[in-house]
């Protein structure tokens, strides 16, 4: 049963406008949620991640929220660039009280941006 | 900035043959792991380790063997590959548990005819 679940799967944009990307979660104990930017072919850059509850965090364009309570988090991209074609993937972090913490991956969300 | 790398970035073999997929991290991170990516699906964790010598199975383990030779060198061992194992292979590290950052290498693309 997946976990992780984003949505949409894909979007298509055009540069300038803004977008939101969406991550609900069944994964419990919930310890933290991160965004991360897969380019093509390439590996996984991190971008946020939000560890409390109602935690909300900038990085330049990129903010993203999460809600523990709904299990819910947003990426939202403002002022899109065609650098930002690529697959946002959320992860959510699990600490079962080990010093290793089991991270469950979402499918992604495909961003396309247009001129 | 931390650094993972793999080798090689592209691997075809045939059913049956013996695969070894490598993976090098210079940032002193204890731990290292092993995921495998398809379409469709999030990663889904191999093998990981904790340190040198140590193995830890992860979700999808079957078919695959994995070794920590040192702190910098993990490897994925597929002794009888199998067409099913056609993916996109990602090694990754960090520090510690938690949330502490994993820091992706660029991912190896394994095709089984």
């Known amino acids: 049963k997946t976990q992780v679940e984003q949505s949409p799967q894909s979007l298509v944009v055009r540069q300038g406008e803004n977008c939101v990307l969406q991550c609900n979660y069944s994964v419990t104990p919930d310890n933290h949620l991160r965004w991360f930017k897969q380019d093509t072919g390439k590996g996984l850059v991190s971008l946020t991640v939000l560890v409390h509850e109602n935690d909300k965090t900038s990085n330049g364009r990129y903010s993203a929220t999460l809600d523990k309570d709904a299990k819910h988090s947003t990426l939202h991209i403002t002022a899109t660039l065609l650098d930002d074609t690529a697959t946002y993937i959320c992860v959510v972090g699990v600490n079962r009280g080990s010093a290793l913490g089991r991270l469950h991956f979402g499918a992604g969300t495909q961003l396309i941006v247009i001129p | 900035e931390a650094a993972v790398t793999q080798s090689p970035r592209n691997k075809v073999t045939v059913t049956g043959g013996n695969v070894t997929l490598s993976c090098r991290q210079t940032n002193s991170h204890n731990y290292m792991y092993w995921y495998r990516q398809d379409t469709g699906h999030g990663l889904r964790l191999i093998h990981y380790?904790?340190?040198?010598?140590?193995?830890q199975i992860g979700d999808v383990p079957d078919g695959y063997k994995a070794t920590r030779t040192t702190q910098e060198d993990f490897f994925l061992l597929l002794e009888l590959a199998s067409p099913s194992q056609t993916s996109l292979y990602f090694c990754a590290s960090s520090g510690g548990g938690g949330y502490a950052e994993q820091f992706f290498g660029p991912g190896t693309r394994l095709t089984v005819l």
């Open positions: 380790s904790y340190g040198a010598g140590n193995l």
